[in-house]
């Protein structure tokens, strides 16, 4: 892997914020009936949340632009993003709940999950738009589908505005049609590939047509991710696979936006694609061997020491 001197430029991440209340139980409960359940622990989510935090701990300059709400779970989620020296100057408090996914898992393994959009639902496009405006030194601008619509898309035509490279995960799948056109780099998973493309991406070959069908679509990189099995790169160079770094996965939460941060936080310091994308596939790597979502995010050694190991 190459070494950039340069002063990093700043990463934008536009997303969400969520406070996960899990409760392990041994069964659900019926309509109408109250059960007991065994734990509860509270975790800090959100693919805007996980995305910047995966970027800051890569030793990028990081702003968070979205919202929580004036409750307690806000200002708990707010300190989590300050302690990993995240910007949240951009994090607007706004009344209502924070964004809260309520998740119950069975002794099965089972689980059922609710998610309150909360303080999501109400990033303003607007004002994010005039943020990113104003700011200078920006690198690249990424943003996912757990904000609105409207905000993704003002986040994507800000950020190529003023120059900086745009990134989609388009996570959820939505409707992103009129997202693509401001789009640098379009990170989706294999799955959502295939519910944005209506293509199969199951074997090598598939994830290929599939990665050149947005290609055609205008965007000039495409990288999509594939799990154990690496990824696909699709670029006006041609198409490339991206291998994985073998290690022993517990808990596969959080991979994605592991990667997605790494490979930000790679381009603002300056690495070519290529050399971005292991950044990118040593962070994901890492983030499956540990549980959870932000304590897995690896830090800039622990991904360079993996690089290391295999060049
Ligand atoms: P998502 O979490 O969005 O479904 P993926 O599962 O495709 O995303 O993982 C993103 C990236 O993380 C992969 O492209 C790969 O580089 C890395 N990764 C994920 N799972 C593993 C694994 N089991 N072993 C090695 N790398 C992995």
Redesign the pocket.
């Known amino acids: 892997m190459s070494q950039s001197a340069q002063v990093p430029l700043t990463v934008v991440v536009v997303g969400s914020l969520n406070v996960d209340l899990v409760v392990g139980l041994d069964r659900m409960p019926n309509e109408g009936e109250s059960v007991l359940g065994d734990t509860f622990e509270r975790h800090a989510g959100g693919k805007g949340l996980n995305q910047a935090i995966a970027a800051a701990r890569l030793a990028a300059p990081v702003r968070l632009l979205g919202a929580v709400g004036d409750d307690d779970s806000g200002a708990w989620l707010r300190a989590l993003v300050r302690a990993d020296h995240v910007d949240d100057t951009d994090v607007a408090t706004v009344p209502g709940p924070s964004g809260t996914a309520l998740i119950e898992v069975d002794a099965r393994g089972l689980n059922r999950i609710i998610v309150v959009p909360g303080a999501n639902a109400l990033v303003s496009a607007d004002a994010v738009s005039t943020s990113i405006r104003a700011m200078h030194g920006v690198g690249v601008v990424m943003t996912n589908g757990e904000v609105p619509l409207a905000v993704s898309r003002a986040a994507l035509a800000a950020g190529r505005a003023i120059g900086a490279l745009t990134m989609l995960n388009p996570?959820p799948v939505l409707d992103y049609r009129e997202h693509l056109v401001d789009v640098d780099i379009l990170v989706p998973?294999?799955?959502e590939a295939a519910a944005m493309s209506g293509l199969p991406t199951q074997t090598d070959a598939e994830a290929r047509a599939a990665a050149q069908y947005f290609s055609s679509q205008g965007v000039t990189n495409v990288v999509i991710?594939?799990?154990?099995s690496?990824?696909i790169w699709s670029s006006p160079a041609g198409i490339e696979e991206?291998a994985?770094?073998?290690?022993d996965?517990i808990d596969?939460v959080?991979?994605?936006?592991?990667?997605c941060g790494g490979l930000a936080a790679a381009l603002a310091h300056g690495l070519q694609f290529s050399d971005a994308l292991s950044w990118?596939?040593a962070a994901?790597?890492l983030?499956?061997t540990v549980k959870g979502a932000a304590p897995s995010l690896p830090m800039r050694a622990a991904v360079q020491e993996l690089i290391n190991q295999r060049s």
Do not use: K, L, W
Request: charged share 15%.
């Open positions: 996570a998973n294999e799955h991710t594939r799990g154990a690496g990824a991206v994985s770094f073998e290690v996965a596969t959080a991979a994605g936006d592991a990667f990118a596939s994901g790597a983030a499956v």
